[in-house]
């Protein structure tokens, strides 16, 4: 059951889907909106553009990345494991 956040006085806002989608709130506006991505039009999932800085970060890693040698991205895997087994509950 999508999570239903609420507004004001007994207001009910728009349910969210996992990744911010909005969804209907009631049973018909859910069949329309199922309806139409069975028909094409809409699609079932829409494109949520990255923040700058996500993106900013993957190009930095892949940088990162490509620049280590396998023995150096060996050592750092072997440390962060370490860590996490590492760490009490």
Known sequence: M????????GA????KG??????PADVIGAAVK???????EESET???????AAE???KGG??????LTKEQRAEIARKGAAKRWAKSP
């Open 46 to 52: 829409e494109a949520v553009p990255k923040s700058a």
């Open 56 to 58: 900013m970060g993957a």
């Open 34 to 40: 199922v309806m139409r991505i069975a028909t094409g």
């Open 12 to 15: 009910i806002a728009m349910p």
């Open 2 to 9: 999508p999570q239903v956040r609420r507004r004001e006085a």
């Open 18 to 23: 996992p990744q911010g989608q909005k969804r």
């Open 62 to 67: 892949a940088a990162r990345a490509k620049k």
